[in-house]
């Protein structure tokens, strides 16, 4: 069964930094690209970086280009999103999530349940 | 960037056949897939590449794509389908590699 934990959320400052986690298992972890998706309070799905499976390749959005870097450790199946600068417009439940699917046309088939990030002072 | 529209609800008798639209520039062009969101819950993939189901979601769930306009279609609603909907593209033309619909809520009457 695949699962993905998410942890590393909680209230963090205007400015400031957080790493986010997402432990996998049930699958082979290296053979699947990864994507961060977040959802702020009572509002749409945001899409925010994807990683290839090898973590050669990575993209971002626009809104966190330069300020997130995502990053995963295939020894111990774990994918990371180290978020700086963090503004009040970050605050949302981050999701991680693998995606499937091929010729540069793809979906998000399983999900984590979610850690929540809240940038407040 | 490439923008989906979707309406913001869409309320069905118990019974009946819901469906929720999901509009873009030529979507026919594109492949759409889709997501159920109940409260409190992480998405969950019901509709992948315009209308497959993945193994676990009902047959009452089917998908169709053509010129503006994607559709996800609910048949025979139940109470249990009550969620946030919402489609998503993959779009290397523009900047947003992903782009997801607004979102829409079924309500079951």
């Known amino acids: 069964e695949v699962q993905l934990l998410e942890s590393g959320g909680g209230l963090v400052q205007p400015g400031g930094s957080l790493r986010l986690s997402c432990a996998a298992s049930g699958f082979t972890f290296n053979r699947y690209a990864m994507t961060w998706v977040r959802q702020a309070p009572g509002k749409g799905l945001e899409w925010v970086s994807v990683i290839s499976g090898s973590g050669g390749t990575t993209d971002y959005a626009d809104s966190v280009k330069g300020r997130f870097t995502i990053s995963r450790d295939n020894s111990k199946n774990t994918l990371y999103l180290q978020m700086d600068t963090l503004r009040a417009e970050d605050t949302a439940v981050y999701y991680c999530a693998t995606r499937s699917g091929s010729n540069e046309d793809y979906y998000f088939n399983y999900w984590g349940q979610g850690t929540l990030v809240t940038v407040s002072s | 960037s490439y923008v989906l529209t979707q309406p913001p609800s869409v309320s069905v008798a118990p019974g009946k056949t819901a469906r929720i639209t999901c509009g873009g520039n030529?979507?026919?062009?594109?492949?759409v897939h889709w997501y159920q969101q109940k409260p409190g819950q992480a998405p969950v993939l019901v509709i992948y590449?315009?209308?497959d189901r993945p193994s676990g979601i009902p047959e009452r769930f089917s998908g169709s794509n053509s010129g503006n306009t994607a559709t996800l279609t609910i048949s025979r609603v139940e109470a249990g389908d009550e969620a946030d909907y919402y489609c998503q593209v993959w779009d290397t033309s523009s900047d947003h590699l992903v782009v997801f619909g607004g979102g829409t809520k079924l309500t079951v009457l």
């Open positions: 030529n979507i026919g062009s594109k492949s």
């Open positions: 590449y315009d209308s």
